[in-house]
């Protein structure tokens, strides 16, 4: 029987295992640099309280990379190993991010969800947040060597 899976702040310690449970996630996309060891303690050292792991016993099922700008929280690369999903997992993290997020007074966060991510645009909607049709996402890259690999496990 399992025990209780954990909800806790990310720590640079979790990267090995949130990196592998990248890759188990088909159709994700893992950036060469930004999601590199490097980058990812880049990240946690500019937002070191908002990213967020799940863990049953020592093994990390669930991330998500969160953090701000002063004025707007951001989710990246939100997702529950298969084999925990439907489980209150993706939802417990993403309240405990959002609560960090308040505490350090971000009163608006949003994410982003490629239009093929079938499961995750699903759990959104559910879970309550609102699909924006009144904007448009724009992108520029600033480094080509930062190569985006999508997992097609």
Same mark, same amino acid.
């Given at each position: 029987?399992?025990?209780?899976?954990? %909800?806790?702040?990310?720590?640079?310690?979790?990267?090995?295992?949130?990196?592998?449970?990248?890759?188990?996630?088909?159709?994700?996309?893992?950036?060469?640099?930004?999601?590199?060891?490097?980058?990812?303690?880049?990240?946690?050292?500019?937002?070191?309280?908002?990213?967020?792991?799940?863990?049953?016993?020592?093994? %990390?099922?669930?991330?998500?990379?969160?953090?701000?700008?002063?004025?707007?929280?951001?989710? =990246?690369?939100?997702?529950?190993?298969?084999?925990?999903?439907?489980?209150?997992?993706?939802?417990?993290?993403?309240?405990?991010?959002?609560?960090?997020?308040?505490?350090?007074?971000?009163?608006?966060?949003?994410?982003?969800?490629?239009?093929?991510?079938?499961?995750?645009?699903?759990?959104?909607?559910?879970?309550?947040?609102?699909?924006?049709?009144?904007?448009?996402? =724009?992108?520029?890259?600033?480094?080509?060597?930062n190569i985006t690999e999508f997992n097609s496990i």
């Open positions: 029987m399992r025990q209780k899976i954990q %909800i806790r702040e990310m720590v640079m310690e979790d990267y090995g295992q949130v990196h592998s449970l990248w890759k188990t996630i088909r159709g994700f996309g893992i950036r060469s640099i930004d999601d590199s060891g490097e980058g990812v303690e880049r990240f946690l050292r500019r937002n070191p309280s908002t990213s967020v792991v799940a863990v049953d016993e020592n093994r %990390i099922v669930g991330a998500i990379l969160c953090g701000h700008d002063g004025r707007r929280g951001c989710f =990246y690369h939100v997702c529950v190993h298969e084999d925990y999903r439907k489980q209150g997992i993706g939802k417990a993290m993403a309240v405990f991010a959002m609560k960090a997020l308040q505490k350090e007074q971000i009163n608006k966060v949003s994410l982003i969800a490629f239009k093929k991510n079938e499961v995750g645009n699903h759990f959104w909607k559910r879970v309550g947040w609102t699909f924006r049709d009144d904007l448009n996402y =724009y992108d520029f890259t600033l480094n080509d060597a």
